[in-house]
């Protein structure tokens, strides 16, 4: 994590300096006034831009004095869950860490938890969720690395457990007991769904989408980045796939220097991989057989084998749509709330 740290007093450096060493491994860089002149830390400039720019360029904000001080320098900056850093202020005798941005999108609660511990002081969370003992959506998803399809609805949805228990359903198998406000379910008017698909059961559905699924891509030579993305684009659609639940590409090596396919992944910002013959031919399964392909390639199936490098069932077969050839197959992925 990039971690900004700001002081400012002498004995606000004096904690700072503990917050930091609690943080060693990550990223830091501390702040304090300039008239200090404090070692290891930077002066802060009189720019008025300053904490808006350090705002949008870290993981974290943490701030060793008042929540006042915080909240007046990051104000003017504070746009969405989704993006704003996590912001985290630390008492100057460090007795006290509070998280008050971004507590659980953003990892303020789980920072301030983990500095509260290493410094032994107490952690100040009020995420009601949290305080309840009931289970926050939000934050699960950011853990569990999944994508959440409407941050309206996760709200609605933590109103909801607070109220009482919301039905849960998941494509994945659940290897544990389900969280405190969660019961099993597959109807009623608000509830979660753990997938990688659009399809919605609830009246009001939201959906944690893991990216689990891995494109396996080949094209004819000189395809362009528009003709694989709506061949990527009709394969999902047509099978109710989100396309956020896409977590990387893969070809043949033949392919490595194609402009169009290389320009597609990193404007979607899929990572790619390219395998040779040899390794796509090792892939265990039945694929569906081109004997163009083998007369090209040397393998009878480029993109089902690709997709399934990595991944442990094959949901997609080959489709052909304008000299683009797409597969899809999903890892194996299991949902665990403990």
Known sequence: MKIAVFAYSRQGCRTARRVMRCLEGEELRGYTMARFREPDFLPIPPSPDFYGGVFQDTDAMIFVGSCGIAMRKIGPHVRSKLTDPAVVVV???????????????????????????????????????????????????????CKISDL??????????????????????????????????????????????????????????????????????????????????????????????????????????EPGLLQFCREEKLPVSFYSGEELRAVPGEFTPSEFVRGVTGVDNVCERAALMGAEKLIVKKTVLDGVTVAVAAEHWEVDFG
């Open 152 to 257: 309206g609805m996760a709200k609605a949805v933590s109103a909801a457990i607070l109220e009482g228990d919301v039905p849960l359903c998941s494509d994945f198998p659940i290897v544990t007991g389900l969280p405190g406000g969660v019961v099993s379910g597959k109807a009623g008017e608000v509830g979660i769904r753990i997938t990688c698909q659009t399809d919605e059961p609830f009246e009001k559905t939201l959906r944690l989408i893991p990216p689990v699924l891995h494109l396996g891509i080949g094209c004819r030579k000189g395809v362009s980045a528009e003709a694989i993305r709506r061949a990527v684009g009709r394969v999902l659609s047509d099978r109710n796939l989100d396309p956020r639940a896409v977590k990387c590409a893969a070809s043949i090596d033949l392919k490595a220097e």
């Open 91 to 145: 008492d100057e005798l460090g007795k006290f860490v509070i998280p008050i941005l971004s507590g659980h999108i953003g990892g303020a609660n789980a920072l301030a938890g983990r500095l509260a511990g290493e410094l032994g002081a107490i952690p100040v969370i009020t995420t009601a969720t949290d305080i309840h003992h009931k289970f926050s959506v939000d934050a699960w998803a950011v853990e569990n690395g």
